[in-house]
């Protein structure tokens, strides 16, 4: 059985700091891992996945996530933070059959 | 630009009501599925369907039905609404590969309120 734990339910930065949103993964195979963004009152966008064809995965908007299977984790980092990066963040794990599991979810604040 | 669009973004019903939530995706895409979402828990996966008029429960079927008859669209009901059925309901898609690889597409959402 697949499962998504995202640590820290709310993340604050400074404008211009690091972003790091832990996500760790429980997966009795290989999985597929994604990182999705939502913005207030809307959907969720994907920002990137993980495939298996590279440990290193960059998405948009300057977001990136290293697939460490070692420590079953996928971290999504940003190397700056910016205002308009204030969402929440959701760590997702699918396998065979296209079920997904989704974390709990991380907001993100960014103080200006 | 590719889309999943719901009806609704905003419902209010009373207890008791017959509510329909419909979604409809533009990609060809061969699976469907509704979520809903509430503060702390995520996402739950509530139905899911591989194809027309197939379907599959999810984590938290219960006080839910959903119908595919075509394949762009995929509805959600909610026989006979509670006000524990407060929650915000996403609608996603994805394109057919069995492995897990294929991403999800979101709706904008739909939230409704059981008064």
């Known amino acids: 059985a697949q499962s998504v734990t995202q640590l820290g339910s709310h993340v604050s930065v400074s404008e211009g700091a690091l972003v790091l949103l832990r996500c760790n993964y429980s997966s009795s195979v290989p999985p597929y891992l994604f990182w999705y963004v939502q913005y207030p009152n809307q959907g969720l966008q994907l920002l990137l996945k993980y495939t298996s064809a590279a440990t290193l995965v960059k998405g948009i908007n300057g977001f990136e996530a290293e697939f460490k299977k070692s420590e079953t984790s996928f971290h999504l980092t940003k190397p700056s933070a910016h205002m308009s990066d204030a969402a929440e963040y959701f760590c997702a794990v699918s396998a065979w059959g296209n079920q997904f599991y989704f974390g709990t979810g991380t907001s993100l604040t960014v103080i200006p | 630009d590719v889309k999943v669009t719901q009806s609704s973004r905003y419902l209010v019903k009373r207890t008791g009501e017959k509510v329909f939530l419909e979604c409809v995706q533009d990609?060809?895409?061969?699976?469907m599925f509704w979520y809903r979402q509430d503060p702390g828990l995520g996402l739950r996966l509530i139905y899911f369907s591989y194809d027309v008029k197939m379907k599959e429960k999810g984590d938290i079927p219960e006080g839910y039905s959903v119908s595919r008859e075509k394949k762009e669209r995929f509805s959600l009901i909610l026989e006979s609404a509670s006000t524990n059925q407060t929650s915000m309901y996403l609608c996603a898609s994805s394109r057919g590969a069995r492995d897990g690889s294929g991403e999800l597409f979101f709706g904008e959402g739909s939230r409704l309120t059981v008064l």
């Open positions: 990609m060809d895409h061969e699976n």
